[in-house]
Structure formats: structure tokens, C-alpha cells
């Protein structure tokens, strides 16, 4: 069935590290062979093999239209009929950030770059020059792409990875992360009060989406930003995965908790390598060459992922009827799974907002790392399997979040009820057969 992404997979794990260029990839919490994709349009993507799957990853975020957007592909292919890349000041990266600063108040001046991690790495380094200060204070299980400093207790593939933190990383590099607990504002208290005076920032995935899905708690926002006030430190929101997504304006809108820097990703590039960091302005001119923070990049600003990315920043502000629609398919996906699970008996949690979900296999509430840790991975593999003969492609772990998009419509997410249905009634059924077999074996 999947025997061309099989013969892919032998190939390519002889020249690239494990047989992917980002390890989450790798199918290594399934234990399955990964597929390779061919294309993808709409709600739909499909593999080499030719099966089609409705696709829950979206590119991790940024397909809030749905895959291969006409308007975003044309705005693509015009922008390459120009040139690829100059590395030079162009007219689109003024409308960027012009349209982002004239949208999202706490942004007063921006900077782009190429990936989340670059966003956060620089946005953090900014916060170090405006304060003066070293330390960073982060959340376990909360994933700020792959920089050193916070490759400390982090989610994503590192937690299916086996190891706790990577290799690689000197101590040097990580000596003033410190490490708090989501949810818990007395452990980010005690945090400041070991360091007084010394930390720079609180840096947070409003929405923590990779080690699953986990909501803030009411007050948990308001609380970091008071905390921030009291002890001098900024707030940065990362917002790469929730920025224009549960709302124009990110989770600091949804939420109305105003960060003083904002991290972004993927999605302000509609799915072109992107990433930027902004905030207030006396924080922002901190950056080189205005000011003595510096970093740089050949490729930021890049033209033709500038054309994409506005292209659908400008369609989500003009259709902001987009959110209230996630936010009712939202309820219909993950409302329509907690109700399948109390049917077929399973004490499964399910997190969810708006267009993110993450259907945990434990029994305990999920509030941060050590809860999400209690999830069954391997009962999470046979349901991703499971879903996946189904034609349901989800995130290939158990810690990264489903991603809907404007283009699941009502009946592509009752086709994945009916999956989730199936799949649950059919477990029960075998662990049925399992017990009576082991009583017969008695
Ligand atoms: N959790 C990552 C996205 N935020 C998964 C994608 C990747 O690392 O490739």
C-alpha cells in the first residue's frame, strides 16, 4: 500500500539523519514507515503511493485557508516571475510590516526572519539587550524551535525523542534558561524570586501546543503579565502557532493578555520558511542597525514568501467571518470526539480551542508536562495507525496538536467522526475478545 514512500524512506535514511530533515517526520513514535507527499490541495493531501487523507497537520499551522490556495499560489507564482531572492530592501517587506503593525497593536515595529526558531532565538536576545538582563524563563514542555538556550525540558519531538534534552547543547548555553510549570504561577514566582533582578524574560506558548494541546488556565496569562510588570521582565508570547489563528490578532486577542514581544512563524509565511518578532517600539529599536542587538539574514524578507505570506494575512483580516467558522468546526470535531469517547466508555481527555485539539490516552486532566507525560504513547500509535486506514492523516505523535482549517468542511469532519467511531467500537471490541480469551487461558 505504501510502498513507493517505503522505498523513499530506504533511500533517503542512507543520506539524511533518520530520513527526514525535522524529526517529527520520522513516524518514530508509530513505528510505521512515514509517507511521502506528493500534493495537497484543500482539506485534502495526498501521498505517492496516490492515497488521498484529510490532512490534520496543515504544515504545522500556517494552511488556515486550506492547502494550495488559489490567491496565495498566483500571488506566489507572480512574485518568482520577478526574481527569487535579492537580499536586498524591497517594497513587499514595508506592506508586511506595515499591514502586521497596523493590525495587531502590541506589534509597534517587527522584524522578519525564516523559522520560529530564529524568531524566538532573536526575540530573546533582543530582551536580554533592552533589559540588561541574561536570564529566560520558560515553561517544561513548551517548544521554541531548536536554539540552544531553549532546548531545556521542551516539547515537540524531543518528548518522543527518548532523551531529555539534546545533546550537544553545552551547559554554558542553557545556564540562564530557567525552567517553570505551565499553569503554576507560584513555581514563575519562585523562579523571579531566586533570581531577583536577573531575568530578562517569560517566555510562553499562550496556547501550549506542543506537548499536545494545553489551554491556559483562567488567570494564568494575566498572572505571567503581572508577574512581568512586578519583576521588570518582558512578556514574550509565542505565537507561531496561535498568531492568526484562533484570531486575527493571536491569543493575545483571544485572551486580551497584551504581550510586550510577540514571536511568529510559519503562518505569516502561508506555509514559505518564515518567522518574525516584534513588540514595542523602544524594545524593537534595540535591533541592529538601529540598534547594538545584532542579527541578520540573507533570506528575510524574501520576496516570494512575503508575497504568500500577505496574501493571506490580507484575506484572514478582510474574511474575519474565518474564526467564527473554526471556532464552530472547532466544536463539531472535538465536541463530536468527546461524545464518541463517553459512548465507547474510554476515560480519554480531549484539550481543545477553536481550530487545535489534542485527544490525550489518559485518564488524568491535562495541564501541563508532567500530565501530558501520563498519556499512553503506545495506545496513541495504534489509534494514529488506526485513523490513518481511514484515510485520516494526523500529527504522527502524541504531543503535537490537529489543525483545522477553513477548508475542512461539516462533512469531511463528520467522515473523521465516523473514522474515530470506527476505530474506538472495533477496540473495544478486540479488548473484549482479548479478556475473554485470557479468562479461557485460566
Ligand atoms: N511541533 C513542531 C511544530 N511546532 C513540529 C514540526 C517539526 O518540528 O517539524
Redesign the pocket.
Known amino acids: 500500500m505504501a510502498a513507493r514512500s517505503e522505498e523513499l524512506f530506504k533511500r533517503a535514511v542512507k543520506r539524511i539523519p533518520g530520513g527526514v530533515?525535522?524529526?517529527?517526520?520520522a513516524y518514530g513514535a508509530i513505528g510505521e514507515t512515514p509517507r511521502f507527499i506528493d500534493r495537497a490541495e484543500g482539506c485534502y493531501i495526498y501521498d505517492v503511493d496516490g492515497s488521498r487523507y484529510i490532512d490534520y497537520i496543515d504544515s504545522?499551522?500556517p494552511m488556515i485557508l486550506g492547502h494550495n490556495f488559489p490567491l496565495i499560489r498566483e500571488a506566489v507564482i507572480k512574485a518568482c516571475e520577478k526574481g527569487l531572492s535579492f537580499g536586498c530592501a524591497t517594497e513587499i517587506e514595508v506592506e508586511m510590516a506595515e499591514f502586521i503593525c497596523g493590525h495587531i497593536p502590541h506589534v509597534e515595529m517587527i522584524r522578519m526572519v525564516n523559522s520560529?526558531t530564529e524568531a524566538v532565538m532573536s526575540a530573546i536576545r533582543a530582551a536580554r539587550g533592552f533589559t540588561g538582563r541574561s536570564k529566560t524563563i520558560k515553561f517544561a514542555g513548551c517548544?521554541h524551535?531548536?536554539s540552544d538556550a531553549l532546548l531545556v525540558s521542551a516539547?515537540?519531538?524531543v518528548m518522543t525523542s527518548g532523551i531529555p534534552d539534546s545533546a550537544g547543547v553545552p551547559e554554558g548555553c542553557t545556564k540562564d534558561t530557567m525552567t517553570a510549570v505551565y499553569n503554576d504561577l507560584d513555581s514563575v514566582r519562585k523562579l523571579f524570586e531566586q533570581a531577583p533582578g536577573k531575568v530578562a524574560a517569560v517566555i510562553v506558548e499562550p496556547v501550549a501546543?506542543?506537548m499536545g494541546v494545553v489551554l491556559p488556565e483562567k488567570g494564568f496569562l494575566e498572572g505571567l503579565r503581572e508577574l512581568c510588570d512586578q519583576n521588570g521582565a518582558l512578556l514574550i508570547f509565542d505565537e507561531?502557532?496561535t498568531g492568526f489563528r484562533l484570531a486575527f490578532g493571536g491569543a493575545a486577542e483571544y485572551f486580551h493578555v497584551t504581550p510586550d514581544m510577540v514571536t511568529y512563524?510559519?503562518i505569516i509565511g502561508a506555509g514559505m520558511p518564515v518567522g518574525a518578532y516584534g513588540g514595542r517600539k523602544e524594545i524593537m529599536e534595540m535591533v541592529s542597525p538601529s540598534g547594538p542587538v545584532y542579527q541578520a539574514g540573507t533570506l528575510s524578507g524574501n520576496p516570494v514568501a512575503m508575497a504568500a505570506g500577505l496574501t493571506q494575512l490580507k484575506y484572514l483580516h478582510s474574511h474575519p467571518e474565518i474564526y467564527d467558522d473554526l471556532e464552530k468546526k472547532g466544536k463539531k470535531l472535538y465536541g463530536g470526539m468527546e461524545e464518541i469517547l463517553k459512548k465507547t466508555g474510554k476515560d480519554y481527555q480531549i484539550n481543545h480551542i477553536s481550530s487545535l485539539g489534542s485527544l490525550f490516552f489518559t485518564g488524568q486532566k491535562v495541564k501541563d508536562y508532567t500530565s501530558a507525560k501520563t498519556a499512553d504513547t503506545n495506545a496513541f500509535a495504534k489509534y494514529f495507525l488506526g485513523m490513518l486506514g481511514s484515510g485520516i492523516h494526523l500529527?504522527p505523535?502524541q504531543?503535537?496538536?490537529m489543525f483545522l482549517s477553513a477548508a475542512h468542511t461539516d462533512q469531511v469532519i463528520e467522515e473523521t467522526l465516523d473514522a474515530v467511531e470506527k476505530y474506538f467500537r472495533e477496540e473495544n471490541k478486540a479488548f473484549r475478545q482479548d479478556e475473554l480469551k485470557g479468562h479461557a487461558d485460566e
Not at 21 to 25: A, C, D, I, L, Q
Request: hydrophobic residues 30%; aromatic residues 12%.
Open positions: 530533515n525535522s524529526p517529527v517526520r504545522w499551522g520560529g517548544y524551535g531548536h516539547g515537540s519531538g501546543a506542543n507561531v502557532i512563524g510559519k500529527a505523535s504531543f503535537e496538536a
